[in-house]
């Protein structure tokens, strides 16, 4: 990172980029903001002049993200992971959230008495509950996790096949054209690279399966400080998210609408062409990031009782999840009581 670059701090100001957009090669920034919202270090976060996709600058490269996230892992998780069964609960209930928005807004996925089993495959699979809900629902389903411990914590207690590793080193040993399904929520954001990654996972979907990704939207209200931080390398709008995919070979099959907090979209792979591009030429993570204020952000949360609201979800969570032995039968009763109510094709 330059010294030019630390040296302004506010945002909107221009910045020629250390590095180049991953989108559409573009130089020419805005900067967002220039400290890292969890530990205040300087971490310049931009805006891409030509496409509109945020970006922190300068992008690590694959081998120091690598390095990063084994950092942070060694410290956060000295030993074997186990989740609280609250995180459970709630990782179970965003499964079947998922499972549901993908259902309703995709045809064909849905496994039937006389279908062939399906093939899925989940990349930061976590803790494993969507590739468990999947299993259960009659897919052939799989997971990434780079996370060693998340990844042995989901094998031993559900039972369910994951793959440790990054992202690239476990898709290497999948076949092209084999999965109908490949799903990634909250790991886009996270990649250094995106175009180059989206095309090896459309390689290895075959022609009819469907990607279903979920990013954090980078305009949803938050306050000042929380949005920017060196665990995300990329920032999305509804319509940069579009343009990545369909730069990468995709055709969009549906999406959540651009107000969502978290963004959906499924797609298809069409091509190894990519499509030309639309810039978001107007800086809205800009003005977005201006926008975001302290003050209108605190009373905005008191008059909408945010804090109680938040409080009384952890305690109905707390309570619920007490009533289990552990994850698996917790999730067995989730998915169980979910499955009589959901669609069935
Ligand atoms: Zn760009």
Redesign the pocket.
């Known amino acids: 990172m330059n010294s030019h670059a630390l040296n302004l701090t506010h945002a909107g100001a221009l910045l020629n980029g250390n590095s180049a957009?991953p989108?559409?090669?573009?130089r020419s920034s805005q900067i967002i903001a220039s400290k890292d919202g969890k530990t205040n270090e300087p971490l310049i976060t931009v805006s891409?002049s030509?496409?509109?996709?945020g970006r922190i600058d300068p992008l690590p490269s694959d081998q120091e993200l690598a390095e990063w996230y084994a950092k942070q892992y060694r410290q956060a998780y000295k030993s074997a992971v186990q989740p609280a069964l609250r995180h459970i609960l709630r990782a179970g209930r965003n499964a079947l959230w998922r499972w549901q928005w993908l259902c309703q807004n995709t045809s064909g996925l849905e496994p039937t008495a006389n279908s062939q089993a399906k093939s899925s495959l989940d990349i930061g699979s976590s803790s494993g509950e969507f590739v468990y809900l999947l299993q259960g629902l009659g897919f052939e389903a799989k997971g990434i996790e780079p996370h060693e411990g998340y990844a042995t914590y989901a094998r031993n207690s559900l039972g369910i096949s994951i793959n440790n590793g990054t992202l690239q080193h476990c898709l290497s040993s999948e076949q092209p054209s084999s999965l109908d399904l490949i799903s990634m929520f909250h790991v886009l954001e996270h990649l250094p690279e995106p175009v180059a990654a989206l095309r090896v996972i459309g390689e290895k979907l075959k022609p009819e399966g469907f990607l279903y990704i979920e990013v954090p939207n980078a305009m949803r209200l938050c306050s000042p400080h929380y949005m920017f931080f060196k665990a995300h390398t990329l920032y999305f709008t509804g319509i940069t998210l579009r343009n990545l995919l369909e730069s990468s070979g995709f055709k969009i099959v549906s999406h959540s609408p651009d107000s969502s907090d978290n963004l959906s979209v499924v797609a298809q792979y069409v091509s190894a062409q990519g499509t030309s591009l639309i810039g978001e030429k107007s800086h809205p993570l800009v003005t977005a990031q201006k926008a975001r204020r302290w003050g209108p952000y605190l009373l905005q949360q008191l008059q909408e009782g945010q804090p109680l609201r938040k409080w009384r979800v952890r305690q109905e969570e707390k309570h619920t999840a007490k009533q289990y032995a552990n994850g698996q039968v917790l999730l067995n009763d989730l998915y169980e009581k979910k499955s009589q109510q959901m669609p069935t094709s």
């Open positions: 957009c989108l559409c090669g573009e891409c030509q496409c509109g996709l």
